[in-house]
């Protein structure tokens, strides 16, 4: 029986059983490879999505589960059509490799929504689950604190 | 990025030859070592970068792979820079395999001189040994030499295709090139044409006279480039080897012997097909892959195999493996590349000083677990994709597993999640291709799970150091440091290559042997041990042990000469090399390091010169209640030629951070033969809540103009000793040991 999820706006429909994770789901049933996979046991952050509007590790989510409106970053925004927090990613020049992004960028998506205007700490607190082997810590907290800039002027 | 696979479809393949919608310029030869036909300096040895041109742009092939190290930026902006091109109009591919990319750079890793004397010397030196990389077919990313090997080629890729471009138009208005010039992509005189009208003619012609600009009209190299790969990864669009998707594929995952090199008595398969979407388990001798509809379901089943291991021929466990090692002590040493002054009779004059070090195993653990997808189809071709560093043997290694000539199998090399080393052995490719052959016409995806990735990676070696040293009116007279250490390079090479190199094995003591301390009596020494413990390059090799060991010893030294660790440093550095001198010196400026401390925190110093440059680290702790806590790092490094700061600064941080998550907590352990640590939660890096604010200067002094060191690599080495030194600075007590979370608490 395929399970119909909501994605970026769109209905899909998978035909995987209802304990695959929806990680799994997005990227095998449906080619949607945006979303990584890093450890999955919710140990690293590359496969944050957002459900509702909030920060999930998409590999922690049985694709039964995913009832909500499902974000991934494929649906944040694309090159031609930039997220405020995916041009301020561009300018600060983040990524190394580039594999944990999309997932520091959903949970920085988060963050910004729910939070407007972030101190050190909270930007602390809200990322501390996402891992970058690559090291690219500072230019993530710059870009963060710049997007709240851009989100700010409108 | 652009894709690979639609090139060759427009019938792209041929050297130097026009193609449909494209022109591809390759003025080189490819299997003879004839003297470059544009710059005829005796013996060097051609590569042949690619310039591809056509109605969208310039599309670069890059003969390095892209880890996250801007590589492939920097390497189209060589070709930009030549080519006259704006920015916006360029791209870039990573080539095949090919023996056109041989990795030039390598050939400044092959000496045992230490680095910081071969800075300053002219190329021609270098000049025998640039053939080495061409025999072992080294098409290879590693050793900081990605930037090194391009800075020539790929400059005169760009300046040889811009003359063909301006011979083709000076043609076409019957003038001379000379009369013509180049700018934003066209060729201007009389009539000005875009370069795609011209690429097909230009790709026939040869030009005769090709001249390089002078670096004071450069308008990309030395300059902050947006990188090309920067929107693609900050959208989701980049295509990492895993994201490989194709219609109709199978997923499947591997559990291989954790007793490394073992064999399988038995497995018992039934737990596993009875998981909803697995379909097959394979039988691969020493171990099992299952295939499924999606990965999940297949490592869900390959978790409920049960299988009966053979065991390894290393010992039980960490400490057993310890007292190995400690045995080679009592060999006579392998190495002794450095032997200055007498030190055995300095040190018999007594009142010495001495310290033992001891260093982990370390995994690579790159954000991307290993992987590769491999379709076998029913003509007999074979096609993979695999992130990997070695394309050629990748390559070659598929086809002999599956019974194919090399020519039979297209190998794609896509963006690599992190490589830091870990990605040469073709392990992964090999093992996808293996199962493609029990599913001939159908696309396989193997994903290794975080666990297998740990525990089937080759390891950065367990090490012990002897160091002794002598003080005399507070200065260094002697320094005397042993290094035991199972020879990453003889193990790597063995497997890879059938093959251990004999003589001095530079990287069990690079580090160590090649740095720039004057002291009059200086003796480093290598001991190989025989363990046999499956190991590889990681980021920096030899250089993240001995930098721990020496810097931490030079601490010790400084401490007993009651000396200040950065006078004391600066003091036997200044008259050996002045570029180094001035690292340390800058750090030392950057950092405040002469005003007072701040109570409650203290700070540590370290330096090594590695992959050509220098680099001084000056890292600050502080005592918090939730534990100790890095606040702020001070990085100064000199690679010579800056050929792009942004990323210099971005992988001298990152490298940074690599090394303090080593140091702080990872460790490699071993229980029943087989590594304890399986996921992040076990073997953890430092999150971002936990790293210092950074501030980075470059400098551009050392070694002639041209001299480009490596940045990929050389922000590892001194990051360890500096948090050692910081935490004695901070609490009184010496750690030799790493990681130091044994005698420390962190902030977690
Ligand atoms: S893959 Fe989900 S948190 Fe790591
Ligand atoms: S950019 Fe490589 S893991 Fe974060």
């Known amino acids: 029986m395929p399970v119909t999820l909501n994605i970026n706006g769109s209905v899909q429909s998978v035909n995987l059983p209802p304990d695959v994770p929806l990680l799994w789901a997005l990227r095998d049933g449906l080619g949607m490879t945006g979303t990584k996979f890093g450890c999955g046991v919710a140990a690293c952050g590359a496969c944050t999505v957002m459900i509702d509007g909030e920060a999930v590790r998409s590999c922690q989510v049985a694709l039964g589960d995913a009832t909500g409106q499902i974000t991934t970053i494929e649906g944040l925004g694309q090159p031609d059509n930039l997220a405020p927090i995916q041009a301020a990613w561009i300018k600060h020049q983040v990524a190394q490799c580039g594999y944990c992004q999309s997932g520091q960028i959903m949970q920085a998506a988060a963050l910004l929504a729910a939070n407007p205007a972030p101190s050190d700490q909270d930007i602390d607190d809200a990322m501390q689950g996402n891992l970058c082997r690559c090291g690219t810590y500072p230019r993530i907290r710059a870009a963060i604190l710049e997007a709240a800039d851009m989100m700010k002027a409108g | 990025m652009a894709n690979w696979k639609k090139i060759t479809r427009r019938s792209f393949m041929v050297l130097g030859a026009a193609v449909v919608g494209g022109a591809a310029f390759g003025v080189y030869k490819v299997t003879e070592v004839p003297p470059n ?100 077919l080294l098409q290879i990313t590693g050793g900081s030499t990605g930037a090194i090997g391009g800075y020539e080629q790929m400059r005169l890729a760009g300046a040889s295709a811009r003359e063909a471009l301006k011979a083709a138009a000076a043609k076409r208005l019957g003038v001379t090139s000379d009369q013509l010039k180049t700018e934003g992509g066209r060729v201007i005189g009389a009539r000005s044409f875009a370069y795609a009208e011209l690429a097909e003619e230009a790709a026939s012609l040869v030009p005769s006279d090709v001249q390089l600009r002078d670096p004071s009209i450069w308008r990309y190299i030395g300059k902050a480039m947006p990188r090309l790969d920067m929107a693609a990864k900050s959208t989701g669009t ?80 960490t400490a057993a493996m310890l007292d190995t090692i400690a045995k080679a002590f009592a060999d006579e040493p392998n190495s002794r590349l450095r032997d200055d002054g007498d030190v055995e009779v300095d040190l018999a004059k007594g009142d010495v000083i001495e310290a033992e070090y001891r260093i982990p195993f370390l995994a690579h653990a790159a954000m991307e677990p290993l992987n590769a997808t491999a379709w076998l189809k029913p003509d007999g071709t074979l096609e993979v994709w695999c992130g990997n560093q070695a394309p050629i043997m990748t390559r070659d290694a598929c086809a002999a597993a599956v019974g194919l000539g090399g020519d039979k199998v297209t190998l794609h090399t896509p963006m690599m999640g992190g490589g830091f080393g870990g990605r040469t052995d073709p392990v992964p490719a090999v093992l996808a291709a293996r199962v493609a052959k029990e599913f001939v016409g159908t696309p396989v995806k193997l994903t290794y799970s975080r666990e297998e990735d740990l525990a089937q990676d080759y390891y950065r070696p367990a090490a012990i150091a002897r160091l002794t040293g ?102 036997l550095m200044r008259e050996t090399h002045a570029p180094s001198a001035a690292v340390l010196q800058k750090v030392r400026e950057m950092s405040g390091w002469d005003s007072l401390k701040r109570p409650g925190f203290g700070r540590g110093v370290a330096f090594c010169y590695s992959f050509g440059t220098p680099v001084a680290q000056v890292l600050e702790v502080e005592q918090t209640p939730d534990g100790i806590r890095m606040t702020r790092a001070w990085i100064a490094c000199d690679p010579g030629l800056a050929m792009d700061p942004s990323i210099i600064e971005a992988q001298m941080t990152g490298a940074m951070v690599y090394g303090l998550s080593a140091a702080a907590q990872g ?82």
């Open chain 2, 667 to 748: 460790a490699i352990t071993f229980a029943d033969q087989q590594v304890v640590e399986s996921n992040f939660y076990d073997y953890e890096p430092l999150r971002l809540h936990q790293v210092p604010a950074f501030e980075v200067a470059i400098l551009q002094n050392n070694g002639e103009f041209g001299h480009i060191g490596g940045v990929g690599e050389p922000g590892t080495p001194p990051a360890a000793p500096a948090l050692a030194n910081a935490l004695f600075d901070l609490t009184g007590k010496r750690a030799r040991d790493l990681p130091l979370r044994a005698a420390f608490d962190f902030v977690t």
């Open chain 2, 37 to 136: 036909p544009l710059i005829p300096t005796p013996g060097s040895v051609p590569l042949n970068p690619w310039v591809i041109i056509n109605a969208d742009g310039v599309t670069v092939i890059a003969p390095r792979a892209e880890m996250g190290q801007g590589i492939s930026t920097t390497l189209a902006a060589l070709v930009a820079e030549e080519l006259d091109v704006d920015w916006a109009q360029v791209r870039v591919l990573h080539g095949p395999p090919a023996q056109a990319y041989f990795n030039a750079g390598f050939a400044e890793r092959m000496s045992n001189e230490p680095d910081f004397k071969l800075a300053s010397q002219p190329k021609s030196h270098n000049v025998v040994l640039e053939a080495v990389p061409k025999i072992f």
């Open chain 2, 238 to 317: 980049a295509q990492f080897g895993i994201d490989t998707w194709l219609p109709g594929m199978k997923f499947a995952t591997v559990r291989m012997n954790p007793k490394r090199g073992g064999t399988m008595r038995s497995f018992d398969p039934k737990p596993a097909l009875a998981v909803a979407g697995v379909e097959r388990v394979i039988d691969l001798g020493t171990g099992i892959a299952v295939v499924a509809n999606n990965t999940w379901s297949a490592m869900q089943g390959a978790a409920l195999v049960a299988v009966d291991w053979g065991p390894a021929d290393y010992p039980a466990d």
């Open chain 2, 470 to 571: 002598r003080i005399e009116g507070g200065k260094a007279t002697a320094l005397w440091g042993r290094t035991a250490v199972p020879s990453a390079a003889r193990n790597a090479l063995g497997r890879l290559m059938g093959f251990a190199p004999p003589g001095p094995d530079r990287g069990s003591v690079e580090g160590g042997f090649d740095q720039p301390y004057g002291l009059p009596n200086y003796r480093y020494d290598g001991h190989l041990s025989d363990l046999t413990v499956p190991l590889g390059f990681w980021r920096s090799v030899g250089n993240s042990m001995n930098a721990f060991f020496l810097e931490s010893f030079i601490d010790e030294m400084a401490h007993a000469a009651a000396a200040d660790p950065l006078t004391f440093r600066l003091d």
